[in-house]
Nanobody, 120 residues
Framework: QVQLQESGPGLVKPSQTLSLTCTVSGASITSGIYYWTWLRQSPGKGLEWIGYIGYSGRTRYNPSLKSRTSISRDTSKNQFTLQLSSMTPEDTAMYYC????????????WGQGTQVAVSS
């Protein structure tokens, strides 16, 4: 059974950089053709795709967030990490990591999500 677990701060200040880690168990992030993905959902808004790091290490980001986003991985720990810079209150959301089977929002496994608030 594949399991994903997000971890990171629940509160960040405006202008700071958010760093979230997703720890994967039951599958290797370098095996198979999968795309390890970050998404978020703000109150009253739909689910927003942030980006992914693929099995090969290639990354792809949402164009609207690309200038502030970096996704990396630590294969020794089977983890991948989201960094989102210049945080504003509009970035307050529930953040999820997920496994995508195609790289096109075909997510088959999800983490439970972690709430992030941006406030001074």
């Amino acid at each position: 059974q594949v399991q994903l677990q997000e971890s990171g701060p629940g509160l960040v200040k405006p202008s700071q950089t958010l760093s979230l880690t997703c720890t994967v168990s039951g599958a290797s992030i370098t095996s198979g053709i999968y795309y390890w993905t970050w998404l978020r959902q703000s109150p009253g808004k739909g689910l927003e795709w942030i980006g992914y790091i693929g099995y090969s290490g290639r990354t792809r980001y949402n164009p609207s967030l690309k200038s502030r986003t970096s996704i990396s991985r630590d294969t020794s720990k089977n983890q991948f990490t989201l960094q989102l810079s210049s945080m504003t209150p509009e970035d307050t959301a529930m953040y999820y990591c997920a496994r995508d089977m195609t790289g096109n929002l075909a997510n088959d496994y999800w983490g439970q999500g972690t709430q992030v608030a941006v406030s001074s």
